[in-house]
């Protein structure tokens, strides 16, 4: 079979380094590792506190909520919170910084298109 | 803010109609629900002793096991385990079926692209 498969638990986690990112870590699951050709599937960890850079792109999120809590939110002061289960769509362009609010660490799933900015 | 999310929870199961399906529903968190441009993002949950169709098509699956364990098998005998935590990737083409042979359900992110048999 060529079916791959890869446990979240074996794969090491990496900081995230971008600017504005602070207290926070990702991991691939699916990517380049097995050529896949569309989307990536990461999986990001932000520790109490900590946050992505609040930031934009021309490429699309879909995300779904492991573990935890917290909010996502942009430099107008709206923000949205989200929890464990949810699964939330930020649209290409959309300001947005993942921000964890809460005492416990917050885990969730973040899916980028393979080729960033592609439209169908 | 145009960011839009669904929680896991407020969703309703559906069936999965397909012929060689078996006691197996699914449900739809991301997609033309909230125009998504490149990726739909469903969930899946089997029975014990349930499974999706044997089949093969000209798109890709990226999975993430979000309870419960079972196998991935094709028409040759050949076999998976698949357990919570597991990311999987089953490539265009491969003859693949999502089986339980566990004694609880089987819950998974299935992600197929918006596009069937979309190239990049």
Chains 1, 2 share one sequence.
Not at 12 to 35: P, Q, R, S
Not at 82 to 102: A, C, L, R, T
């Amino acid at each position: 079979m060529n079916i791959k498969k890869l446990n979240i638990d074996d794969i090491e986690w990496l900081d995230v380094n971008l600017e504005g990112a602070k207290n926070a870590k990702y991991k691939i699951l699916l990517g380049d590792n097995f050529g896949v050709p569309n989307f990536i599937l990461r999986v990001f960890k932000i520790f109490p506190g900590g946050h992505t850079p609040l930031h934009t792109h021309d490429w699309e999120h879909e995300n779904f909520i492991l573990e935890g809590e917290g909010i996502l939110r942009n430099s107008k002061g709206e923000e949205i919170k989200i929890n464990k289960g949810d699964s939330i769509y930020v649209p290409p362009f959309e300001e947005h910084q993942y921000f964890n609010n809460s005492e416990k660490d917050l885990i969730f799933i973040c899916l980028i298109p393979r080729v960033r900015g592609m439209k169908n």
